[in-house]
Nanobody, 126 residues
Framework: QVQLVESGGGSVQAGSSLRLSCAAS????????MGWFRQAPGKEREFVAT????????YYAGSVKGRFTISRDNAKNTVYLKMTSLQPEDTAVYYC???????????????????WGQGTQVTVSS
């Protein structure tokens, strides 16, 4: 089992950047595919980005591709989400998630992740 704690959220102006971090407990962090999701008020939780166990492969939602970068440091048990050119529509609670599923393609559905952090708020004003 793994426990996840996000940090780095905040309130920024449009066009700004933020870097979210997600620290994981345990010694098996490298065995999990990691993902970032977000949920805006009144909306479903949506996929943002995912990174493979080694960090060598990443996949992004179309709405953030080219602006957000997911990465991980297995030595530090941490996954990051660098967000640039933030827009008001990026306002949401951002969640880190871990998946122990093997096989298949990129994991973009919330149901494919078994462990979740508590979320960190990102608010972008125009």
């Amino acid at each position: 089992q793994v426990q996840l704690v996000e940090s780095g959220g905040g309130s920024v102006q449009a066009g700004s950047s933020l870097r979210l971090s997600c620290a994981a407990s345990g010694r098996t962090f490298s065995q999990y595919v990691m993902g970032w999701f977000r949920q805006a008020p009144g909306k479903e939780r949506e996929f943002v980005a995912t990174v493979s166990r080694s960090g060598g492969m990443t996949y992004y939602a179309g709405s953030v591709k080219g602006r957000f970068t997911i990465s991980r440091d297995n030595a530090k048990n941490t996954v990051y989400l660098k967000m640039t050119s933030l827009q008001p529509e990026d306002t949401a609670v951002y969640y880190c998630a871990a998946s122990r599923i093997y096989g298949g393609s990129y994991y973009i559905a919330p149901s494919q992740y078994q462990y979740w952090g508590q979320g960190t708020q990102v608010t972008v004003s125009s």
